[in-house]
Structure formats: structure tokens, C-alpha cells
């Protein structure tokens, strides 16, 4: 017999992302929920990232498919049990728990938690919340103060190192940016009373938990208290943007201090994946950061499988952008992802439920592999290969690949010395 839920119970199942987004939109102030929804400029890539999924398809099969499926992986020497990481993101104030909330649920998941260096919460605190927690940096300060920064992940015990590059300081999106204080002060409070007034659920749990500082607690300088999420922008505004020699530097720095896995995110072409290997990353993410960099790069699933053609025997080659199910998981690593990073859709489970949101987040996504590789016949994550999906001819984007006429499908670019 159907259950029949309680209309009036608190925090139901949410049995999709999307209904996690829709919980998420009502409970939050509608300046916290623009900042999640994020994107630049027009919005095409942030839009083309979840589209471009729609134009793969599945081949399944009808009879013959396995009892138990394994969606069990390895990612930077870590069993995961399934191909899902936690993107970093550096978002305040969706929920007092924040950062600390997304690590227990990855631990609790079996996966690994990436933390953002805008993160609202201290590095030490997330490690202690899920010991597999991966730092990650943007290319900004000076290099001693990067050095300084690495050190102070390393102590903490993180069990490895993303360095993000793809950011380009776009302002101005066509449908307008939510106005974050730089502090919440009495005039931010008087401000921004409108929307929370609205929002009696969102705006009870800070009054309890205290009002976020919106501070950057793991950019802080020996001696200073901790920059302003603003101090901590400009800092990154005004640092030079990173040479192939400055990620090589990095990556030598990481492995003196740490010697764990160094994982370079943020990358389209597959020139740049090359020489992402040549300046020696273990792992690299192919990623448009979620559509908030350069407005009119294409999807990120089209730039995929160039990349993990050229890279893929030497590096692992992660995937992340526009992840709302999980046959898009499915798809991604059909097409040569280890693993998939997700950014929204679990800020989304955050804003929506807390640390059960994103634990509720990844049981859909764990689900629907699960249900997916049933209906295609493939008993383990690994066996996937292209031949499972329908990938309508043109459809993937090879950036930067050297030109062969013979491959219809190439965007010929050349390589630039
Ligand atoms: C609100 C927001 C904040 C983000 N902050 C960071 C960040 O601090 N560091 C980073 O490497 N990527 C950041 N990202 C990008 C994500 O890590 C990831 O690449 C992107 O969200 C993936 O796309 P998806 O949201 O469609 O899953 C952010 C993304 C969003 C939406």
C-alpha cells in the first residue's frame, strides 16, 4: 500500500534536487538564494551546463541486468562509495552549520568533502567533521602567504590540495546580482529585514546559532583577524592571475608541505589539460565553475570526454557543472569522469534541511546511479562506457585540441605556444 505523507510533517524526503531547490527557495531570503543560483553575465553556461545533459540519452537493456550493482570508486588513493565529491563552495549564511554540516554529511555518505577557502568555517573544524576534507585555494596573496595557507591545511590534516584558476572578476549578470553586506551590521540588519521577515525559519536558526560574521576564517594573515569575505575579494582582485610555471610551483610547494594529491580545477581545454600534466596535478577537474566564470563557455559535460581522451591514462579526470540526478553521474562517467563534484545541488539540500539536506542529496543521486546502471545492464561504475549513452553526433567540444580533419566532431583550435 502507498504511504501517504503527512502534509504538515517538518523536513519530508525530498525525492529530487530539483524539489530540494524548490524547498531551498522558500526558506531562504531571496538575496542568500541569488547568490546560490550564481551564473554571469547572460547566464548561457550556467543554463547550458544542466541543458546539455538532456542531449544525452541511455541505451538500456531489457532482460539480463544485473541483481546488485557497485558503485563503489578510488579517488586520490580514497575509497568512495560512490562517484560524488562535494564540490567547494564559499557560501555564507545559508545555514549556521555551514561547511561543518556538508563535511558530516559526506563522511556519513562515504565520500569526500572540498573546502573552499571563502569557506565560513575554520579548516581545523571541517577536518574534524570529515578527516577526508580536500583544501582548496584560489591563486591569491603573495607566496608566502599561499605557503602560509597550505601549511595551516596541511596541520589541520586535509588529505589533499584543489588549486582553482578559472575565475576571470565578470561583473554584472542581466538579471542582477544580490546585494551581500560586508558585514552584518544595525544598517545591513535594517537593509535586508524585508526579505528575512519573510523567511521566520531561515532567520529563527541564525537568531539561535548567532548572526554569520561573513568573514573568510582560512585567509587570515599571522596576526589579523580573519578578512571580511570583501578584504578577502580584493586580496584575490589584486594578485597577479597565475603563469603554468606559478601551478607547477604550487604543485611542488604542496607536495614539500603535504605530499598529498594536488587536483587543478577549472579546466576546458584540452592544451591546458596537457600541460595541467606536465606541471605534474595527480587530478584535474574539467569545469566552467558551475557557469559563474566566462559566460558563453560551453557546457561543461561537451568538454569532457576531449580532455579525459588526451589526459585520462595520466591523471584522473574529474567532472563538475550542472550535476542534478544521478544518470547525469551516470553519464559523466561514461564519458571518462573518476568522479563527479556537485555545488549546487547540494546547497541546496543545505539551505533546504541542514546536514540531512545534503545526506538526502546524496541518497538521490546514490539512488538514481544505482537505478540507472540497473537499467543499463552495468553491474559496476567502472564498466560504463560511451556505448551506454546516445550522444547525438557534435555534441562534444574539444578546446584547444590540435585540428584532425578527420574527427568531425573537433572544434579546431589550435595550440597556442
Ligand atoms: C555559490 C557558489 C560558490 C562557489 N564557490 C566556489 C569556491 O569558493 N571555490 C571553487 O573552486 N568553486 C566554487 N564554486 C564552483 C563549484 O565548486 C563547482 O565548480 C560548481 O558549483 C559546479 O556546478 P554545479 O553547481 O552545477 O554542480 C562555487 C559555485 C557556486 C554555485
Redesign the pocket.
Known amino acids: 500500500m502507498r504511504k501517504i505523507e503527512n502534509p504538515w510533517k517538518q523536513n519530508p524526503w525530498l525525492e529530487s534536487v530539483a524539489v530540494a531547490q524548490r524547498r531551498a527557495r522558500k526558506r531562504l531570503p531571496a538575496p542568500v538564494y541569488d547568490?546560490?543560483v550564481?551564473g554571469s553575465e547572460r547566464g548561457q553556461t550556467v543554463n547550458e551546463?544542466e541543458a546539455a545533459f538532456r542531449e544525452l540519452g541511455l541505451a538500456p537493456h531489457a532482460a539480463g541486468n544485473p541483481a546488485t550493482r557497485s558503485l563503489a570508486t578510488r579517488v586520490l588513493g580514497q575509497d568512495v562509495s560512490l562517484p560524488v565529491l562535494i564540490?567547494?563552495?564559499?557560501?555564507q549564511a545559508v545555514h549556521p552549520d555551514g561547511e561543518v554540516a556538508v563535511a558530516r554529511a559526506a563522511a556519513n555518505a562515504g565520500t569526500l568533502m572540498g573546502l573552499?577557502n571563502?569557506a565560513s568555517k575554520p579548516v581545523e573544524t571541517v577536518v574534524e567533521a570529515n578527516p577526508r576534507t580536500l583544501f582548496?585555494m584560489?591563486w591569491t596573496g603573495d607566496r608566502d602567504l599561499m605557503v602560509q595557507r597550505m601549511r595551516r591545511a596541511h596541520s589541520a590534516g586535509v588529505i589533499g590540495l584543489?588549486l582553482?584558476t578559472d575565475w576571470s572578476f565578470s561583473i554584472g549578470r542581466d538579471w542582477g546580482s544580490p546585494e551581500i553586506p560586508e558585514r552584518i551590521d544595525l544598517r545591513a540588519k535594517l537593509r535586508n529585514a524585508p526579505h528575512v521577515i519573510r523567511k521566520p525559519r531561515w532567520a529563527w536558526a541564525f537568531a539561535r546559532a548567532g548572526v554569520p560574521d561573513l568573514t573568510a576564517p582560512n585567509l587570515t594573515k599571522p596576526g589579523e583577524p580573519a578578512p571580511t569575505f570583501f578584504g578577502a575579494y580584493y586580496e584575490w582582485m589584486s594578485t597577479p592571475p597565475p603563469s603554468w610555471e606559478d601551478i607547477a610551483w604550487a604543485r611542488e610547494q604542496w607536495q614539500q608541505i603535504s605530499g598529498t594529491p594536488f587536483v587543478l580545477?577549472g579546466v576546458s581545454r584540452v592544451d591546458d589539460a596537457l600541460r595541467a600534466v606536465d606541471a605534474g596535478v595527480h587530478a584535474l577537474s574539467v569545469?566552467n565553475?558551475?557557469g559563474?566564470n566566462l559566460d558563453g563557455t560551453p557546457a561543461a559535460i561537451r568538454m569532457l570526454e576531449p580532455v579525459a581522451e588526451a589526459v585520462g591514462q595520466q591523471v584522473e579526470v574529474f567532472f563538475?557543472?550542472?550535476?542534478r540526478r544521478g544518470s547525469d553521474v551516470v553519464k559523466a562517467v561514461a564519458l571518462g569522469a573518476r568522479a563527479v563534484?556537485?555545488?549546487?545541488?547540494y546547497?541546496w539540500g543545505l539551505a533546504a534541511n541542514g546536514q540531512a539536506g545534503v545526506e538526502n542529496v546524496l541518497d538521490v543521486l546514490r539512488m538514481g546511479i544505482d537505478s540507472t546502471l540497473l537499467g543499463l545492464g552495468v553491474s559496476d561504475i567502472h564498466d560504463l562506457t560511451p556505448a551506454d549513452l546516445v550522444v547525438p553526433d557534435g555534441f562534444h567540444r574539444a578546446l584547444g585540441r590540435p585540428s584532425r580533419t578527420s574527427d568531425a566532431t573537433t572544434n579546431p583550435v589550435s595550440l597556442r605556444a
Not at 563534484?341 to 545541488?345: K, P, Q, S, T, V
Open positions: 547568490a546560490l550564481a551546463n564540490s567547494p563552495t564559499g557560501v573552499s571563502f582548496q584560489y584543489i582553482t580545477k569545469s565553475h558551475g559563474n563538475d557543472g550542472g550535476i563534484l556537485i555545488g549546487r545541488a546547497l
